[in-house]
């Protein structure tokens, strides 16, 4: 346990910061999840439509300083090629 005044209050604001990016991680992972699920299967539409929200999730992660923008944008890059790849 921290003894400094200063060290105190970042560690709750840490904790505050760690549960807002817990939700949105898992939110991430969620839509990602059910993206792969679409792209395994032969429903065309539901692949777009999986992926636009997952491209939604994953740049709302970037301006929430949760991903740095570059990981957004690869992972988004990824997925596109393999939506057009089916």
């Known amino acids: 346990m921290a003894n400094i005044k200063s060290q105190i209050k970042r560690n709750r604001q840490n904790e505050r910061a760690r549960a807002r990016n817990r939700v949105v991680r898992t939110r991430l992972r969620t839509t990602t999840r059910r ?11 539901a692949a777009e439509a999986a992926f636009h929200q997952v491209a939604r999730e994953l740049d709302k992660a970037a301006s929430k300083g949760v991903l740095h923008r570059n990981t957004a944008a690869n992972r988004k890059s990824g997925m596109a090629k393999r939506l057009n790849a089916k």
Do not use: I, M, Q, S
């Open 35 to 45: 993206f792969n699920e679409a792209v395994a299967g032969d429903d065309k539409e």
